[in-house]
Protein backbone atom coordinates (compact mmCIF):
# COMPACT_ATOMS: atom_id res chain seq x y z
CA UNK A 1 0.00 0.00 0.00
CA UNK A 2 1.63 3.44 -1.06
CA UNK A 3 0.18 6.63 0.76
CA UNK A 4 -0.48 10.15 -1.66
CA UNK A 5 -0.49 13.59 -0.50
CA UNK A 6 -3.99 15.63 -0.66
CA UNK A 7 -1.49 18.37 -1.97
CA UNK A 8 -0.16 15.74 -4.60
CA UNK A 9 3.33 17.07 -4.86
CA UNK A 10 4.94 14.39 -2.86
CA UNK A 11 6.24 11.01 -3.39
CA UNK A 12 4.25 7.99 -2.84
CA UNK A 13 5.82 6.62 0.67
CA UNK A 14 4.82 3.84 2.45
CA UNK A 15 3.38 3.29 5.98
CA UNK A 16 6.11 2.97 7.98
CA UNK A 17 7.98 5.54 5.88
CA UNK A 18 4.64 8.53 6.71
CA UNK A 19 4.54 6.83 10.51
CA UNK A 20 7.78 8.54 11.14
CA UNK A 21 7.32 11.41 8.89
CA UNK A 22 4.30 13.01 9.41
CA UNK A 23 3.19 15.90 7.70
CA UNK A 24 3.39 15.44 3.51
CA UNK A 25 6.87 17.74 2.52
CA UNK A 26 4.01 19.60 -0.16
CA UNK A 27 2.45 20.75 2.95
CA UNK A 28 -0.66 18.00 2.37
CA UNK A 29 -1.68 15.25 4.46
CA UNK A 30 -1.28 11.29 3.54
CA UNK A 31 -3.92 9.44 2.85
CA UNK A 32 -3.92 5.38 1.32
CA UNK A 33 -3.86 5.40 -2.95
CA UNK A 34 -6.78 3.49 -2.80
CA UNK A 35 -9.75 3.06 0.10
CA UNK A 36 -9.65 -0.41 0.67
CA UNK A 37 -13.06 -2.08 0.61
CA UNK A 38 -14.54 -4.82 2.92
CA UNK A 39 -16.41 -7.48 1.67
CA UNK A 40 -19.93 -8.54 3.31
CA UNK A 41 -18.03 -12.26 4.21
CA UNK A 42 -15.28 -10.35 5.65
CA UNK A 43 -18.02 -8.44 7.92
CA UNK A 44 -19.30 -11.60 8.91
CA UNK A 45 -15.90 -13.38 10.26
CA UNK A 46 -14.78 -9.68 11.66
CA UNK A 47 -17.85 -9.63 14.06
CA UNK A 48 -16.71 -12.93 16.19
CA UNK A 49 -13.08 -11.16 16.37
CA UNK A 50 -11.75 -9.47 19.68
CA UNK A 51 -10.93 -5.76 19.43
CA UNK A 52 -7.22 -6.94 19.14
CA UNK A 53 -7.32 -9.33 16.07
CA UNK A 54 -10.39 -7.11 14.66
CA UNK A 55 -6.94 -4.07 14.52
CA UNK A 56 -5.02 -6.52 13.27
CA UNK A 57 -7.46 -7.47 10.37
CA UNK A 58 -8.07 -4.02 9.13
CA UNK A 59 -4.71 -2.11 9.97
CA UNK A 60 -3.69 -5.00 7.75
CA UNK A 61 -5.33 -3.26 5.02
CA UNK A 62 -3.60 -0.18 5.58
CA UNK A 63 0.21 -1.51 6.73
CA UNK A 64 1.80 -3.62 4.27
CA UNK A 65 5.12 -3.14 4.94
CA UNK A 66 5.64 -4.75 8.62
CA UNK A 67 5.48 -8.46 8.61
CA UNK A 68 1.84 -9.93 9.97
CA UNK A 69 3.54 -11.46 12.82
CA UNK A 70 4.45 -8.60 14.14
CA UNK A 71 1.56 -6.41 13.70
CA UNK A 72 -0.80 -9.17 15.25
CA UNK A 73 1.87 -8.97 18.21
CA UNK A 74 1.44 -5.08 18.25
CA UNK A 75 -2.35 -4.62 18.07
CA UNK A 76 -2.15 -7.74 20.96
CA UNK A 77 0.39 -5.73 23.10
CA UNK A 78 -1.39 -2.58 22.65
CA UNK A 79 -5.58 -3.20 23.20
CA UNK A 80 -5.45 -5.52 26.15
CA UNK A 81 -8.43 -4.97 28.82
CA UNK A 82 -5.50 -4.25 31.09
CA UNK A 83 -4.19 -0.90 29.95
CA UNK A 84 -8.51 0.33 28.82
CA UNK A 85 -9.28 -0.50 32.68
CA UNK A 86 -10.97 2.90 33.50
CA UNK A 87 -14.36 1.57 32.05
CA UNK A 88 -18.13 2.93 33.36
CA UNK A 89 -18.86 -0.43 35.41
CA UNK A 90 -15.35 -0.47 37.47
CA UNK A 91 -13.79 -3.26 36.08
CA UNK A 92 -11.67 -3.86 32.69
CA UNK A 93 -13.62 -5.12 29.53
CA UNK A 94 -12.26 -7.55 27.40
CA UNK A 95 -14.34 -5.39 24.35
CA UNK A 96 -11.88 -2.44 24.72
CA UNK A 97 -14.65 0.30 23.53
CA UNK A 98 -18.07 -1.54 25.19
CA UNK A 99 -21.30 -0.07 24.65
CA UNK A 100 -23.58 1.83 27.07
CA UNK A 101 -27.34 1.60 26.06
CA UNK A 102 -29.48 4.97 27.20
CA UNK A 103 -32.03 3.64 25.79
CA UNK A 104 -33.35 1.45 23.42
CA UNK A 105 -31.29 2.31 19.83
CA UNK A 106 -29.10 5.20 22.01
CA UNK A 107 -26.18 4.20 23.11
CA UNK A 108 -22.56 5.92 24.23
CA UNK A 109 -19.40 3.94 23.28
CA UNK A 110 -17.02 4.32 25.61
CA UNK A 111 -13.57 5.33 23.95
CA UNK A 112 -11.85 6.73 27.01
CA UNK A 113 -10.98 3.87 29.33
CA UNK A 114 -7.38 4.14 28.61
CA UNK A 115 -4.70 5.56 30.78
CA UNK A 116 -5.41 9.13 30.31
CA UNK A 117 -9.24 8.89 30.35
CA UNK A 118 -9.81 10.08 26.77
CA UNK A 119 -10.26 8.64 23.38
CA UNK A 120 -7.14 9.79 21.93
CA UNK A 121 -5.70 6.46 23.91
CA UNK A 122 -7.08 4.07 21.55
CA UNK A 123 -4.83 5.44 18.77
CA UNK A 124 -2.02 6.63 20.75
CA UNK A 125 -0.86 3.72 22.58
CA UNK A 126 -0.86 1.68 19.26
CA UNK A 127 1.30 4.90 17.75
CA UNK A 128 3.80 4.33 21.12
CA UNK A 129 4.39 0.83 20.07
CA UNK A 130 4.52 1.28 16.31
CA UNK A 131 7.23 3.84 17.08
CA UNK A 132 9.15 2.09 19.82
CA UNK A 133 8.83 -0.97 17.09
CA UNK A 134 10.33 0.47 13.49
CA UNK A 135 12.46 2.89 15.73
CA UNK A 136 14.32 -0.61 16.79
CA UNK A 137 14.60 -1.66 12.91
CA UNK A 138 15.74 1.19 11.57
CA UNK A 139 17.92 2.18 14.55
CA UNK A 140 16.85 5.91 14.43
CA UNK A 141 15.16 8.57 17.03
CA UNK A 142 12.51 10.61 16.85
CA UNK A 143 11.75 13.84 18.38
CA UNK A 144 7.79 14.56 18.35
CA UNK A 145 6.48 18.10 18.08
CA UNK A 146 2.58 18.28 18.90
CA UNK A 147 0.08 20.21 19.99
CA UNK A 148 -2.78 20.26 21.88
CA UNK A 149 -6.31 21.20 23.07
CA UNK A 150 -5.95 19.50 26.36
CA UNK A 151 -6.31 15.17 25.42
CA UNK A 152 -3.58 14.65 22.44
CA UNK A 153 -0.71 15.94 24.65
CA UNK A 154 -1.10 13.79 27.78
CA UNK A 155 -1.80 11.01 25.47
CA UNK A 156 1.03 10.90 23.43
CA UNK A 157 3.14 12.03 26.61
CA UNK A 158 1.54 8.50 28.36
CA UNK A 159 2.34 6.30 25.40
CA UNK A 160 5.78 7.79 25.09
CA UNK A 161 7.23 8.12 28.26
CA UNK A 162 10.21 6.16 28.72
CA UNK A 163 10.09 5.29 25.23
CA UNK A 164 13.73 4.32 23.92
CA UNK A 165 14.79 6.87 21.38
CA UNK A 166 11.53 9.21 21.24
CA UNK A 167 11.03 12.68 22.58
CA UNK A 168 7.81 14.73 22.95
CA UNK A 169 7.98 18.30 22.94
CA UNK A 170 4.10 18.97 23.63
CA UNK A 171 2.52 22.41 22.76
CA UNK A 172 -0.61 23.68 25.02
CA UNK A 173 -3.09 26.76 24.82
CA UNK A 174 -1.81 28.57 28.35
CA UNK A 175 -4.55 28.59 30.78
CA UNK A 176 -6.92 27.25 28.58
CA UNK A 177 -7.20 23.45 29.64
CA UNK A 178 -9.22 22.10 32.57
CA UNK A 179 -7.09 22.23 35.79
CA UNK A 180 -7.09 18.29 35.49
CA UNK A 181 -5.56 18.31 31.73
CA UNK A 182 -3.32 20.89 32.65
CA UNK A 183 -1.96 18.38 35.94
CA UNK A 184 -1.82 14.96 33.83
CA UNK A 185 0.51 16.48 31.64
CA UNK A 186 2.69 19.32 33.45
CA UNK A 187 2.91 16.89 36.50
CA UNK A 188 5.34 14.10 34.71
CA UNK A 189 9.37 14.10 35.17
CA UNK A 190 10.53 12.05 32.28
CA UNK A 191 13.11 13.04 30.85
CA UNK A 192 12.28 12.78 27.39
CA UNK A 193 8.94 14.90 28.19
CA UNK A 194 9.07 18.54 27.60
CA UNK A 195 5.41 20.72 27.83
CA UNK A 196 5.36 24.14 26.20
CA UNK A 197 2.76 26.36 27.30
CA UNK A 198 2.01 28.34 24.57
CA UNK A 199 0.53 31.82 24.87
CA UNK A 200 -2.66 31.57 22.19
CA UNK A 201 -5.01 29.03 21.36
CA UNK A 202 -4.66 25.32 19.66
CA UNK A 203 -4.94 26.80 15.84
CA UNK A 204 -1.83 28.90 17.37
CA UNK A 205 0.01 25.77 18.22
CA UNK A 206 -0.64 23.25 15.53
CA UNK A 207 0.26 26.19 12.97
CA UNK A 208 3.46 26.12 14.79
CA UNK A 209 3.80 22.58 14.05
CA UNK A 210 3.06 22.61 11.15
CA UNK A 211 5.72 25.29 9.95
CA UNK A 212 8.15 23.08 11.45
CA UNK A 213 7.16 20.07 9.71
CA UNK A 214 7.50 22.54 6.52
CA UNK A 215 10.95 23.75 7.14
CA UNK A 216 12.34 20.64 5.59
CA UNK A 217 15.88 21.09 6.68
CA UNK A 218 14.78 21.51 10.61
CA UNK A 219 12.70 18.02 10.25
CA UNK A 220 15.54 16.35 9.05
CA UNK A 221 18.29 17.86 10.80
CA UNK A 222 16.20 17.05 14.15
CA UNK A 223 14.45 14.27 13.35
CA UNK A 224 11.04 15.87 13.97
CA UNK A 225 7.90 13.53 13.52
CA UNK A 226 4.18 13.93 14.55
CA UNK A 227 1.55 12.54 16.81
CA UNK A 228 -1.45 14.17 16.53
CA UNK A 229 -4.12 13.22 13.35
CA UNK A 230 -2.24 15.06 10.65
CA UNK A 231 -0.43 11.59 10.94
CA UNK A 232 -2.29 8.85 8.95
CA UNK A 233 -1.82 6.11 12.07
CA UNK A 234 -3.37 8.06 14.15
CA UNK A 235 -6.58 8.26 11.60
CA UNK A 236 -6.31 4.21 10.39
CA UNK A 237 -6.00 3.24 14.47
CA UNK A 238 -9.00 5.06 14.98
CA UNK A 239 -11.41 3.26 12.26
CA UNK A 240 -11.32 -0.17 14.25
CA UNK A 241 -13.52 1.32 16.93
CA UNK A 242 -16.36 2.04 14.26
CA UNK A 243 -16.34 -1.22 13.15
CA UNK A 244 -16.29 -2.63 17.41
CA UNK A 245 -19.17 -0.52 17.75
CA UNK A 246 -20.81 -1.18 14.48
CA UNK A 247 -21.20 -5.08 15.69
CA UNK A 248 -22.15 -4.33 18.94
CA UNK A 249 -24.97 -1.95 18.37
CA UNK A 250 -26.69 -4.42 15.36
CA UNK A 251 -27.47 -8.26 15.31
CA UNK A 252 -25.99 -8.60 11.93
CA UNK A 253 -24.18 -7.19 8.66
CA UNK A 254 -27.76 -6.08 7.20
CA UNK A 255 -28.34 -3.29 9.45
CA UNK A 256 -27.23 0.25 9.59
CA UNK A 257 -25.92 2.46 12.09
CA UNK A 258 -25.70 6.31 12.82
CA UNK A 259 -22.38 7.67 14.63
CA UNK A 260 -22.36 10.82 16.27
CA UNK A 261 -18.89 12.71 16.73
CA UNK A 262 -18.02 15.09 19.39
CA UNK A 263 -15.54 17.13 16.99
CA UNK A 264 -12.64 19.85 16.74
CA UNK A 265 -9.81 18.59 14.51
CA UNK A 266 -12.04 16.37 12.34
CA UNK A 267 -9.67 13.49 13.10
CA UNK A 268 -12.11 11.02 14.33
CA UNK A 269 -15.19 11.69 11.87
CA UNK A 270 -12.25 11.27 9.57
CA UNK A 271 -11.57 7.84 10.74
CA UNK A 272 -15.91 7.40 10.46
CA UNK A 273 -15.51 8.29 6.89
CA UNK A 274 -13.05 6.38 6.11
CA UNK A 275 -14.76 3.46 7.59
CA UNK A 276 -18.00 4.15 5.62
CA UNK A 277 -15.81 4.32 2.58
CA UNK A 278 -14.60 0.62 3.53
CA UNK A 279 -18.01 -0.44 2.85
CA UNK A 280 -19.25 -0.05 7.05
CA UNK A 281 -23.02 0.33 7.11
CA UNK A 282 -22.95 3.52 8.40
CA UNK A 283 -26.44 5.56 7.74
CA UNK A 284 -25.01 9.02 8.85
CA UNK A 285 -22.01 10.63 10.63
CA UNK A 286 -23.22 13.49 12.65
CA UNK A 287 -21.04 15.91 13.45
CA UNK A 288 -21.32 18.07 16.93
CA UNK A 289 -19.23 20.91 17.84
CA UNK A 290 -19.39 22.95 20.60
CA UNK A 291 -19.37 26.96 20.66
CA UNK A 292 -16.77 27.04 17.62
CA UNK A 293 -19.04 26.09 15.19
CA UNK A 294 -17.02 26.09 12.38
CA UNK A 295 -17.29 23.09 10.87
CA UNK A 296 -21.01 22.54 11.47
CA UNK A 297 -21.43 25.75 9.44
CA UNK A 298 -19.53 23.87 6.85
CA UNK A 299 -21.75 21.39 6.81
CA UNK A 300 -25.04 23.09 6.93
CA UNK A 301 -24.14 25.60 4.26
CA UNK A 302 -21.03 24.83 2.47
CA UNK A 303 -18.85 27.49 3.37
CA UNK A 304 -15.41 26.90 5.40
CA UNK A 305 -14.76 29.92 7.58
CA UNK A 306 -11.97 29.11 9.74
CA UNK A 307 -11.85 31.48 12.37
CA UNK A 308 -8.75 33.84 13.91
CA UNK A 309 -7.35 33.17 17.29
CA UNK A 310 -9.34 36.10 18.52
CA UNK A 311 -12.80 34.60 17.35
CA UNK A 312 -12.37 31.45 18.86
CA UNK A 313 -14.05 30.95 22.14
CA UNK A 314 -12.65 29.45 25.33
CA UNK A 315 -15.73 26.89 26.22
CA UNK A 316 -16.40 24.47 28.85
CA UNK A 317 -15.28 21.64 26.35
CA UNK A 318 -11.88 22.34 25.79
CA UNK A 319 -10.31 19.80 23.35
CA UNK A 320 -12.68 20.95 20.98
CA UNK A 321 -11.80 24.60 21.20
CA UNK A 322 -10.51 24.18 17.45
CA UNK A 323 -11.35 26.23 14.51
CA UNK A 324 -8.92 24.92 11.82
CA UNK A 325 -9.52 21.69 11.43
CA UNK A 326 -6.49 19.58 10.02
CA UNK A 327 -8.24 16.09 8.70
CA UNK A 328 -11.04 18.04 7.28
CA UNK A 329 -8.57 18.27 4.32
CA UNK A 330 -8.80 15.08 3.97
CA UNK A 331 -12.12 14.43 3.96
CA UNK A 332 -12.46 17.35 0.97
CA UNK A 333 -9.75 15.51 -0.84
CA UNK A 334 -12.61 12.76 -1.17
CA UNK A 335 -15.22 14.99 -1.89
CA UNK A 336 -13.22 16.71 -4.83
CA UNK A 337 -12.91 13.35 -6.41
CA UNK A 338 -8.93 13.69 -5.50
CA UNK A 339 -8.13 16.30 -7.53
CA UNK A 340 -4.94 17.31 -5.41
CA UNK A 341 -5.10 20.98 -7.72
CA UNK A 342 -8.77 21.93 -6.73
CA UNK A 343 -7.33 20.97 -2.66
CA UNK A 344 -4.33 23.07 -3.22
CA UNK A 345 -6.42 26.10 -4.56
CA UNK A 346 -8.65 25.58 -1.79
CA UNK A 347 -6.06 25.71 1.02
CA UNK A 348 -4.07 28.34 -0.88
CA UNK A 349 -6.93 30.62 0.53
CA UNK A 350 -7.57 28.48 3.80
CA UNK A 351 -3.46 29.18 4.10
CA UNK A 352 -3.73 32.67 3.98
CA UNK A 353 -6.05 33.14 6.61
CA UNK A 354 -9.42 32.71 4.13
CA UNK A 355 -12.13 31.15 3.24
CA UNK A 356 -13.93 28.70 0.63
CA UNK A 357 -17.43 28.23 -0.37
CA UNK A 358 -18.41 25.35 -2.73
CA UNK A 359 -21.84 26.94 -3.68
CA UNK A 360 -22.36 27.24 -6.88
CA UNK A 361 -19.77 24.16 -7.51
CA UNK A 362 -20.93 20.13 -8.42
CA UNK A 363 -18.91 19.41 -5.36
CA UNK A 364 -21.82 20.69 -3.45
CA UNK A 365 -24.47 18.34 -4.93
CA UNK A 366 -21.76 15.53 -4.16
CA UNK A 367 -21.44 16.44 -0.03
CA UNK A 368 -25.02 14.75 0.18
CA UNK A 369 -23.35 11.13 -0.48
CA UNK A 370 -21.19 11.43 2.02
CA UNK A 371 -23.71 11.23 4.74
CA UNK A 372 -22.70 14.08 6.74
CA UNK A 373 -25.09 16.04 8.86
CA UNK A 374 -23.87 18.26 12.17
CA UNK A 375 -25.28 20.68 14.88
CA UNK A 376 -23.72 22.68 18.00
CA UNK A 377 -23.62 22.81 21.01
CA UNK A 378 -23.59 25.14 23.56
CA UNK A 379 -22.50 26.21 27.19
CA UNK A 380 -26.34 25.79 28.56
CA UNK A 381 -26.91 23.14 26.31
CA UNK A 382 -23.93 20.76 27.87
CA UNK A 383 -24.98 21.46 31.27
CA UNK A 384 -28.65 20.21 30.37
CA UNK A 385 -27.49 17.67 28.47
CA UNK A 386 -25.14 16.09 31.68
CA UNK A 387 -28.32 17.03 33.87
CA UNK A 388 -30.94 15.15 31.58
CA UNK A 389 -28.83 11.73 31.20
CA UNK A 390 -27.76 11.78 34.66
CA UNK A 391 -31.51 12.63 35.69
CA UNK A 392 -32.97 9.77 32.91
CA UNK A 393 -29.98 7.06 32.75
CA UNK A 394 -28.07 7.50 35.94
CA UNK A 395 -24.86 7.95 33.68
CA UNK A 396 -22.09 10.90 33.93
CA UNK A 397 -21.02 12.42 30.91
CA UNK A 398 -18.19 14.01 30.17
CA UNK A 399 -18.74 17.95 28.29
CA UNK A 400 -17.37 17.02 24.88
CA UNK A 401 -19.98 13.65 24.78
CA UNK A 402 -22.72 16.31 26.20
CA UNK A 403 -21.94 18.00 23.14
CA UNK A 404 -22.60 14.13 21.10
CA UNK A 405 -25.83 13.60 22.29
CA UNK A 406 -27.27 16.87 22.21
CA UNK A 407 -26.64 17.35 18.43
CA UNK A 408 -27.24 12.97 18.30
CA UNK A 409 -30.88 13.53 19.58
CA UNK A 410 -31.55 16.21 16.50
CA UNK A 411 -30.34 13.56 14.10
CA UNK A 412 -32.34 10.42 15.34
CA UNK A 413 -33.95 8.25 12.49
CA UNK A 414 -36.03 5.15 13.09
CA UNK A 415 -34.49 1.99 12.97
CA UNK A 416 -31.33 3.10 13.04
CA UNK A 417 -29.51 2.62 15.92
CA UNK A 418 -27.48 6.00 16.84
CA UNK A 419 -24.04 5.20 18.77
CA UNK A 420 -22.42 8.70 19.81
CA UNK A 421 -19.03 8.50 20.96
CA UNK A 422 -17.74 9.06 24.61
CA UNK A 423 -14.62 10.64 24.08
CA UNK A 424 -13.67 11.60 26.98
CA UNK A 425 -14.72 10.82 30.93
CA UNK A 426 -15.91 13.54 33.15
CA UNK A 427 -13.61 13.43 35.97
CA UNK A 428 -11.42 15.93 33.87
CA UNK A 429 -13.77 18.23 33.63
CA UNK A 430 -15.02 18.36 37.62
CA UNK A 431 -15.23 22.33 37.26
CA UNK A 432 -18.38 21.77 34.80
CA UNK A 433 -19.78 18.60 35.97
CA UNK A 434 -20.43 20.24 39.43
CA UNK A 435 -22.11 23.37 37.83
CA UNK A 436 -24.49 21.29 36.18
CA UNK A 437 -24.93 18.26 39.01
CA UNK A 438 -23.73 19.72 42.07
CA UNK A 439 -21.28 16.79 43.19
CA UNK A 440 -17.99 16.27 42.00
CA UNK A 441 -17.30 13.50 39.23
CA UNK A 442 -15.50 10.08 40.93
CA UNK A 443 -11.77 9.87 39.98
CA UNK A 444 -10.55 6.88 39.05
CA UNK A 445 -8.36 4.85 41.91
CA UNK A 446 -4.92 6.10 41.23
CA UNK A 447 -5.35 8.91 39.13
CA UNK A 448 -6.90 11.49 42.46
CA UNK A 449 -4.79 13.90 43.44
CA UNK A 450 -2.94 14.72 40.24
CA UNK A 451 -3.42 18.25 40.32
CA UNK A 452 -1.39 18.26 44.19
CA UNK A 453 1.46 16.73 42.19
CA UNK A 454 4.39 19.40 40.94
CA UNK A 455 4.30 20.61 37.79
CA UNK A 456 7.29 20.87 35.26
CA UNK A 457 6.06 23.56 31.99
CA UNK A 458 7.61 26.45 29.79
CA UNK A 459 5.53 28.96 29.08
CA UNK A 460 6.42 30.89 25.51
CA UNK A 461 4.54 33.19 23.25
CA UNK A 462 3.21 31.58 20.28
CA UNK A 463 6.89 32.65 18.49
CA UNK A 464 7.89 29.81 15.73
CA UNK A 465 11.76 30.65 16.10
CA UNK A 466 11.46 30.80 19.69
CA UNK A 467 9.80 27.49 19.82
CA UNK A 468 12.52 25.67 17.37
CA UNK A 469 15.52 27.28 19.52
CA UNK A 470 13.83 26.05 23.03
CA UNK A 471 14.14 22.13 20.95
CA UNK A 472 17.13 22.32 19.62
CA UNK A 473 18.87 23.97 23.27
CA UNK A 474 17.06 20.95 24.46
CA UNK A 475 18.00 18.26 22.18
CA UNK A 476 21.55 18.72 22.40
C1 LIG B 1 -12.54 14.78 24.49
C2 LIG B 1 -12.45 15.15 23.06
N1 LIG B 1 -13.57 15.12 22.33
C3 LIG B 1 -13.57 15.46 21.04
C4 LIG B 1 -12.41 15.86 20.40
C5 LIG B 1 -12.46 16.20 18.95
O1 LIG B 1 -11.90 15.18 18.17
P1 LIG B 1 -11.24 15.51 16.77
O2 LIG B 1 -10.20 16.55 17.02
O3 LIG B 1 -10.66 14.23 16.33
O4 LIG B 1 -12.32 16.02 15.90
C6 LIG B 1 -11.21 15.91 21.12
C7 LIG B 1 -9.93 16.32 20.54
O5 LIG B 1 -9.50 15.94 19.55
C8 LIG B 1 -11.23 15.51 22.47
O6 LIG B 1 -10.11 15.49 23.18
N1 LIG C 1 -8.59 17.77 20.69
C1 LIG C 1 -7.19 17.49 20.54
C2 LIG C 1 -6.58 18.43 19.57
C3 LIG C 1 -5.60 17.76 18.68
O1 LIG C 1 -6.24 16.83 17.90
P1 LIG C 1 -5.49 15.65 17.13
O2 LIG C 1 -6.50 14.58 17.08
O3 LIG C 1 -5.12 16.19 15.83
O4 LIG C 1 -4.29 15.24 17.92
C4 LIG C 1 -6.56 17.50 21.92
O5 LIG C 1 -7.28 17.24 22.86
O6 LIG C 1 -5.40 17.76 22.08
Known amino acids: MRYLSTRGQAAEPSFCDILLGGLAPDGGLYLPEETPRVTRAELDVW ?142 QDANIFNIAVRGMFDDAQDIVKAVSNDAAFKAKYKIGAVNSINWARVAAQIVYYFKGYFAATANNDQQVAFCVPSGNFGNICAGHIARQMGLPIAKLVLATNENNVLDEFFRTG ?138 PVVPEGLQGLEKLPQRVEVMNADLEAIKRYMVENLA
Open 303 to 440: VYRPRKTAETFVTSSPSMDISKASNFERFVFDLVGRDAAVVRELWAKVDAGGAFDLNGTPYMDKLAGFAFVSGASSHADRLATIRDVWQKHGVMIDTHTADGVKVAREHRQAGVPMVVLETAQPAKFAETIEEALGRA
Open 47 to 188: RQLSYADLAFAILSKFITDIPADDLKAICHKTYTADVYRYTRNGGAAAEITPLTKLEEGFYLQELSNGPTLAFKDMAMQLLGNLFEYVLAKRGEEINILGATSGDTGSAAEYAMRGKKGVKVFMLSPHGKMSAFQRAQMYSL
